[in-house]
C-alpha cells in the first residue's frame, strides 16, 4: 500500500494551497483518510478526516473555516483545500489512511491510522 501526497509549495499569507493523496494497494472507501502536519520542532498534529459513513469530517480547531477535506472514493485520493493560510500552517502534511471508521477521538489519533504518506511541505510567508 502507497500514499502519495503533493499539492505542497511556498505561498504568501493568505493565500490557498490544494494538497492531494492518492492510495495505491489498496481502497479506503470503507475507512478513514486523513491529513496531519509537523512543524519544525514539534510533534505530529491533527489537522482534519473524513469518514466514509456519511463522509463526516472533523477538523481540528486551528482549521477549522479555512480548511476542507473531501474524498474521490473512485480515485482513493483524499484532498485538503487550504485557504486563508497564515504562517503557522507552515508544516509537513501528511496523509494517512485506515480500512476502518471510528469515532472522532479515535480518527484524531496518529495510532488510529495504519498507512502513511512521505509529506510534503508547506510553506507560508508574512
Known amino acids: 500500500v502507497q500514499l502519495q501526497a503533493s499539492g505542497g509549495g511556498l505561498v504568501q499569507a493568505g493565500g490557498s494551497l490544494r494538497l492531494s493523496c492518492a492510495a495505491s494497494?489498496?481502497?479506503?472507501?470503507?475507512?478513514?483518510m486523513g491529513w496531519f502536519r509537523q512543524a519544525p520542532g514539534k510533534e505530529r498534529e491533527f489537522v482534519a478526516t473524513r469518514g466514509s459513513t456519511g463522509g463526516r469530517t472533523y477538523y481540528d480547531d486551528s482549521v477549522k473555516g479555512r480548511f476542507t477535506i473531501s474524498r474521490d472514493n473512485a480515485k482513493n485520493t483524499v484532498y485538503l483545500q487550504m485557504n486563508s493560510l497564515k504562517p503557522e500552517d507552515t508544516a509537513v502534511y501528511y496523509c494517512a489512511a485506515v480500512s476502518r471508521d471510528g469515532i472522532p477521538a479515535l480518527s484524531r489519533r496518529e495510532q488510529w491510522y495504519d498507512y502513511w504518506g512521505q509529506g510534503t511541505q508547506v510553506t507560508v510567508s508574512s
Open positions: 494497494g489498496r481502497t479506503f472507501s470503507s475507512g478513514t
